[in-house]
């Protein structure tokens, strides 16, 4: 038997993968502890073919059982196992593309393969694993901006680290692993000691790579921003000016990349002896460590290079939404933070010439920097479908008009406005908090579009109403204060915790309305402001250098996977977004330890490990022993306590609740020697309601001025098994030529041609693993029943929204042994012509095979198969 299971193609990641910055959400109200969790019944309801998303692959990545040479492995047996490879599936029949192979990170390679074929290549010999290639849509640019990035520095500690400290991050080499770097950009010259392109301008995700050009130049933008939060010089300085760069190109300047060339990139960063990684980028929703993205991740730390990666900007999709490679063991999962204040371009308006700072939309073309339009409008700030139906011919010919967002996506607004004869589009928010929006669709907006706040959308409303408004274009900005959204987590930046309930983000940094570098070919000033997790990474990048650049001048060394302890140790928590006035702590499990600081971090002499506590189930809580080592020449007495955090319930729309968490503690005050450790035990009471991930940091206070020491810690409360994965029941379905699937009442299939059954499955949470047997309709036993008949896969992510599918494949065939032993050799030939079901079994996230409340299954309905004859 064959299961093809067609995981998540788009599970977006970094704000639609690479922090491209989606609309920022109003902030959440708070639910109190009384009203209840939210339901996690099931809702056994068919999936309507019409409203249903797909979410499938078409690369996958094949593991093989040998090491990867950094972990030990043999070179030449990894080059054998690729060989037998090649042999069996050329003796099967099996027609495949390879694109990438891969020794030394991880061991395996990439293949573009038929659906029909990915069970036999499951059977062959050496294979350990077969994994979906995760495909990462390339961001786009949101504003244009006057270079200044002050206020974020400022917020990590960075500017008094290189204004007091004299730390630059000189010598230090971090690798950029994103867009490719505009290399005439001044910010930059110099300092590129290593590059390579893996992709060429022309690849999009759905074509070939062409490596090895001789050029990273970058025609997206991303990558030259995301390396000037860094490391730019210059004008804005990003936060480690003099460091190093290595700069690997993954896109090309359209489409997407995926996450077999992300590792061919890592192990070309080992290749060229990088101190530091960067990645923002990612795959939301695929929160397993074990993902081949993240196991080359944390194989890479382990090799002495420092992994940062964003965790990914899909805080919309609600609870477990952190990605690969960001949730790998080693990596140091990054969170996004708002900046303390926005610089935005500005156009006037009349009579008095009044500045109103704009984002400009992805998708249309640049606002200029001149000219005026008459000001009009198609709605009123209480209007709920602001121009979502066609307006009338020429109504707004030559006008800049103004539309309030609602109802309806950006593009139509826009695009009813341009049909009707608009210069430009002002759209204006209906919450608290400015939006980045998006109007790429086909026909394509040709006309400016820009986004304002709300208040500022209103204030042009009663101007229109009062009389001739004039708009002004201008190359001027404004500066404002983000007010009490400065220092929260932005509301895109994803939950975690990681499927195995790992504690993840691990921290976090600025990251929601940045100013950096940006190409000068795409724009000539240079500069750009965008947001998202992929900002909030490269500044933990800069800090980690800082860090290291700071050890060696100390004569000192750090070993890369103790870089994370370190910063999570003196990391500062924030207030919750939805209402900081409240005083509770943002959730552990979507900020981490809180904001990276850089002061702390080089200035302490004392650490914690370990440092961060991954607490596991309710009822499996036990003592936790943290040992504190001082490395200083005088001693020093800590006073421990426990401050707690937001919780939350649900799963895509999350409830809220304040902390009623308590520790207990083997002594409430510990003196550590110099230059030795001392150790103290903590018990952790979680007062969360059931079914709740709860967290908090246990607090260590020191006796003199050195700095405050954290550990944070989650876990889930109650029995993490009772969560579903069958929330929705599954269907069968038909697979279409342009790969969409149909449901179909038609049960009957020839399995030739691609006329196979198809089940698809929303999965509304982690499954550890999912089986798939075939059974006789009549006797309901399994056939071959003595031979292998189930089909296995493993480490399935959750589907990304509450109407996402997997679709899972049978084509007719099953298994069988040559003999009876686990060491068997398996085989496969097509199932006889008759009556069948097939019956799926999910293992539940750490759940034990052995208990059947940790299981959940489905029974397809009778499927009849009526192979023609040869």
Same mark, same amino acid.
């Given at each position: 038997?064959?299961?093809?299971?067609?995981?998540? &193609?788009?599970?977006?990641?970094?704000?639609?993968?690479?922090?491209?910055?989606?609309?920022?959400?109003?902030?959440?109200?708070?639910?109190?502890?009384?009203?209840?969790?939210?339901?996690?019944?099931?809702?056994?309801?068919?999936?309507?073919?019409?409203?249903?998303?797909?979410?499938?692959?078409?690369?996958?990545?094949?593991?093989?059982?040998?090491?990867?040479?950094?972990?030990?492995?043999?070179?030449?047996?990894?080059?054998?196992?690729?060989?037998?490879?090649?042999?069996?599936?050329?003796?099967?029949?099996?027609?495949?593309?390879?694109?990438?192979?891969?020794?030394?990170?991880?061991?395996?390679?990439?293949?573009?393969?038929?659906?029909?074929?990915?069970?036999?290549?499951?059977?062959?010999?050496?294979?350990?694993?077969?994994?979906?290639?995760?495909?990462?849509?390339?961001?786009?640019?949101?504003?244009?901006?006057?270079?200044?990035?002050?206020?974020?520095?400022?917020?990590?500690?960075?500017?008094?680290?290189?204004?007091?400290?004299?730390?630059?991050?000189?010598?230090?080499?971090?690798?950029? $692993?994103?867009?490719?770097?505009?290399?005439?950009?001044?910010?930059?010259?110099?300092?590129?000691?290593?590059?390579?392109?893996?992709?060429?301008?022309?690849?999009?995700?759905?074509? @070939?790579?062409?490596?090895?050009?001789?050029?990273?130049?970058?025609?997206?933008?991303?990558?030259?921003?995301?390396?000037?939060?860094?490391?730019?010089?210059?004008?804005?300085?990003?936060? &480690?000016?003099?460091?190093?760069? %290595?700069?690997?190109?993954?896109?090309?300047?359209?489409?997407?990349?995926?996450?077999?060339?992300?590792?061919?990139?890592?192990?070309?960063?080992?290749?060229?002896?990088?101190?530091?990684?960067?990645?923002?980028?990612?795959?939301?929703?695929?929160?397993?460590?074990?993902?081949?993205?993240?196991?080359?991740?944390?194989?890479?730390?382990? &090799?002495?290079?420092?992994?940062?990666?964003?965790?990914?900007?899909?805080?919309?999709?609600?609870?477990?939404?952190?990605?690969?490679?960001?949730?790998?063991?080693?990596?140091?999962?990054?969170?996004?933070?708002?900046?303390?204040?926005?610089?935005?371009?500005?156009?006037?308006?009349?009579?008095?010439?009044?500045?109103?700072?704009?984002?400009?939309?992805?998708?249309?073309?640049?606002?200029?920097?001149?000219?005026?339009?008459?000001?009009?409008?198609? %709605?009123? /700030?209480?209007?709920?479908?602001?121009?979502?139906?066609?307006?009338?011919?020429?109504?707004?010919?030559?006008?800049?008009?103004?539309?309030?967002?609602?109802?309806?996506?950006?593009?139509?607004?826009?695009?009813?406005?341009?049909? =009707? %004869?608009a210069a430009a589009v002002v759209l204006y928010n209906n919450a608290a908090g400015i939006i980045n929006p998006t109007v790429e669709g086909t026909p394509p907006v040709t006309i400016p579009v820009v986004s304002i706040t709300a208040a500022d959308g209103a204030?042009?409303?009663?101007?229109?109403?009062? %009389?001739?408004?004039?708009?002004?274009?201008?190359?001027?900005?404004?500066?404002?204060?983000?007010?009490?959204?400065?220092?929260?987590?932005?509301?895109?930046?994803?939950?975690?915790?990681?499927?195995?309930?790992?504690?993840?983000?691990?921290? +976090?940094?600025?990251?929601?309305?940045?100013?950096?570098?940006?190409?000068?070919?795409?724009?000539?000033?240079?500069?750009?402001?965008?947001?998202? @997790?992929? $900002?909030?990474?490269?500044?933990?990048?800069?800090?980690?250098?800082?860090?290291?650049?700071?050890?060696?001048?100390?004569?000192?060394?750090?070993?890369?996977?103790?870089?994370?302890?370190?910063?999570?140790?003196?990391?500062?928590?924030?207030?919750?977004?939805?209402?900081?006035?409240?005083?509770?702590?943002?959730?552990?499990?979507?900020?981490?330890?809180?904001?990276?600081?850089?002061?702390?971090?080089?200035? !302490?002499?004392?650490?914690?490990?370990?440092?961060?506590?991954?607490?596991?189930?309710?009822?499996?809580?036990?003592?936790?022993?943290?040992?504190?080592?001082?490395?200083?020449?005088? /001693?020093?007495?800590? !006073?421990?306590?426990?401050? +707690?955090?937001?919780?939350?319930?649900?799963?895509?729309?999350?409830?809220?609740?304040?902390?009623?968490?308590?520790?207990?503690?083997?002594?409430?005050?510990?003196?550590?020697?110099?230059?030795?450790?001392?150790?103290?035990?903590?018990?952790?009471?979680?007062?969360?309601?059931?079914?709740?991930?709860?967290? +908090?940091?246990?607090?260590?206070?020191?006796?003199?001025?050195?700095?405050?020491?954290r550990v944070p810690y989650a876990g889930f409360n109650g029995d993490y098994q009772a969560l579903k994965i069958f929330t929705i029941t599954p269907d069968v379905a038909r697979r279409n030529a342009d790969g969409t699937y149909s449901n179909t009442s038609d049960?009957?299939?020839?399995?030739?041609?691609?006329?196979? /059954?198809?089940?698809?499955?929303?999965?509304?949470?982690? &499954?550890?693993?999912?089986?798939?047997?075939?059974?006789?309709?009549?006797?309901?036993?399994?056939?071959?029943?003595?031979?292998?008949?189930?089909?296995?896969?493993?480490?399935?992510?959750?589907?990304?929204?509450?109407?996402?599918?997997?679709?899972?494949?049978?084509?007719?065939?099953?298994?069988?042994?040559?003999?009876?032993?686990?060491?068997?050799?398996?085989?496969?030939?097509?199932?006889?012509?008759?009556?069948?079901?097939?019956?799926?079994? =999910?293992?539940?996230?750490?759940?034990?095979?052995?208990?059947?409340?940790?299981?959940?299954?489905?029974?397809?309905?009778?499927?009849?198969?009526?192979?023609?004859?040869?």
């Amino acid at each position: 038997m064959k299961l093809n299971h067609l995981r998540n &193609a788009s599970l977006l990641a970094l704000s639609v993968a690479l922090a491209s910055c989606g609309q920022q959400q109003a902030a959440p109200s708070t639910t109190s502890a009384q009203s209840g969790s939210a339901s996690l019944q099931a809702q056994n309801l068919n999936l309507p073919a019409a409203v249903t998303q797909s979410e499938t692959p078409e690369l996958w990545f094949v593991e093989f059982s040998e090491k990867p040479t950094s972990k030990g492995g043999n070179s030449a047996a990894l080059g054998q196992q690729k060989k037998l490879f090649r042999q069996q599936a050329a003796a099967e029949g099996v027609k495949f593309n390879e694109r990438l192979s891969f020794d030394r990170l991880w061991n395996g390679i990439s293949v573009r393969v038929l659906p029909s074929d990915l069970g036999k290549i499951k059977d062959m010999d050496g294979v350990k694993a077969v994994y979906p290639v995760m495909s990462i849509p390339i961001p786009q640019d949101l504003a244009v901006n006057e270079p200044d990035m002050a206020t974020a520095i400022s917020q990590t500690g960075a500017d008094v680290a290189r204004n007091e400290m004299g730390l630059t991050g000189k010598g230090v080499k971090i690798a950029i $692993m994103d867009t490719g770097l505009d290399l005439d950009h001044p910010a930059f010259q110099g300092r590129v000691v290593a590059s390579y392109d893996l992709v060429g301008d022309a690849f999009n995700g759905s074509n @070939t790579p062409v490596p090895g050009q001789d050029t990273v130049d970058d025609c997206a933008g991303h990558g030259t921003h995301v390396a000037g939060i860094a490391a730019a010089a210059g004008d804005l300085p990003g936060v &480690a000016p003099e460091a190093s760069l %290595g700069v690997y190109r993954v896109f090309g300047c359209t489409g997407s990349t995926s996450s077999d060339i992300m590792i061919q990139a890592m192990e070309r960063v080992l290749a060229d002896g990088m101190d530091v990684l960067n990645m923002s980028i990612g795959a939301s929703f695929n929160s397993w460590p074990e993902y081949p993205s993240a196991v080359a991740a944390s194989n890479l730390v382990d &090799a002495g290079v420092v992994v940062a990666a964003s965790i990914g900007n899909s805080g919309s999709g609600g609870v477990w939404a952190a990605g690969a490679p960001g949730v790998g063991d080693k990596v140091i999962g990054v969170a996004n933070f708002m900046n303390t204040h926005t610089a935005l371009p500005a156009f006037s308006v009349s009579p008095d010439g009044q500045k109103v700072g704009y984002s400009m939309a992805t998708g249309a073309p640049a606002a200029p920097a001149t000219g005026s339009l008459p000001l009009a409008k198609t %709605g009123t /700030p209480t209007t709920a479908d602001d121009a979502c139906t066609p307006l009338p011919a020429n109504s707004l010919a030559g006008k800049a008009v103004l539309i309030r967002r609602g109802s309806c996506s950006f593009y139509v607004k826009a695009f009813n406005a341009q049909q =009707a %004869g608009a210069a430009a589009v002002v759209l204006y928010n209906n919450a608290a908090g400015i939006i980045n929006p998006t109007v790429e669709g086909t026909p394509p907006v040709t006309i400016p579009v820009v986004s304002i706040t709300a208040a500022d959308g209103a204030m042009l409303d009663a101007r229109i109403a009062a %009389g001739t408004t004039t708009l002004t274009w201008t190359s001027q900005s404004v500066t404002s204060s983000n007010g009490s959204a400065a220092n929260t987590l932005d509301p895109s930046s994803s939950y975690g915790m990681s499927a195995k309930l790992d504690l993840k983000p691990d921290l +976090g940094a600025p990251g929601g309305m940045i100013r950096s570098t940006w190409p000068l070919s795409l724009i000539p000033s240079g500069y750009n402001t965008i947001s998202g @997790t992929s $900002m909030a990474s490269p500044h933990v990048a800069g800090v980690i250098a800082l860090v290291i650049e700071a050890k060696r001048k100390a004569g000192q060394t750090i070993r890369a996977e103790d870089m994370r302890t370190l910063l999570q140790n003196t990391a500062q928590p924030k207030l919750w977004t939805g209402n900081p006035a409240a005083g509770i702590l943002e959730a552990v499990h979507r900020q981490g330890a809180g904001m990276v600081n850089v002061v702390n971090a080089v200035t !302490t002499k004392a650490t914690v490990t370990p440092s961060k506590l991954s607490l596991g189930e309710s009822s499996n809580l036990t003592p936790q022993t943290l040992t504190i080592n001082n490395s200083g020449n005088t /001693p020093v007495t800590y !006073t421990l306590s426990q401050q +707690g955090a937001l919780t939350t319930t649900g799963n895509y729309t999350p409830k809220y609740y304040g902390s009623g968490n308590s520790a207990s503690f083997s002594s409430n005050t510990v003196t550590v020697p110099a230059g030795s450790s001392a150790t103290v035990t903590v018990t952790i009471t979680p007062g969360a309601p059931d079914l709740a991930v709860y967290g +908090g940091y246990v607090v260590l206070t020191p006796s003199d001025n050195s700095p405050t020491l954290r550990v944070p810690y989650a876990g889930f409360n109650g029995d993490y098994q009772a969560l579903k994965i069958f929330t929705i029941t599954p269907d069968v379905a038909r697979r279409n030529a342009d790969g969409t699937y149909s449901n179909t009442s038609d049960l009957t299939f020839t399995m030739r041609d691609n006329d196979y /059954p198809y089940f698809r499955m929303h999965l509304d949470h982690f &499954a550890r693993w999912l089986k798939m047997d075939v059974l006789d309709a009549k006797t309901m036993q399994p056939v071959n029943s003595q031979f292998f008949n189930a089909a296995t896969e493993e480490y399935l992510p959750r589907s990304s929204t509450a109407g996402g599918f997997f679709a899972f494949g049978w084509d007719g065939q099953v298994s069988w042994s040559r003999g009876k032993s686990d060491n068997a050799q398996n085989k496969r030939k097509p199932i006889p012509n008759g009556q069948y079901v097939v019956k799926f079994t =999910a293992l539940k996230a750490l759940g034990d095979a052995s208990n059947p409340a940790h299981v959940e299954t489905w029974t397809s309905p009778v499927l009849t198969v009526n192979a023609p004859k040869k």
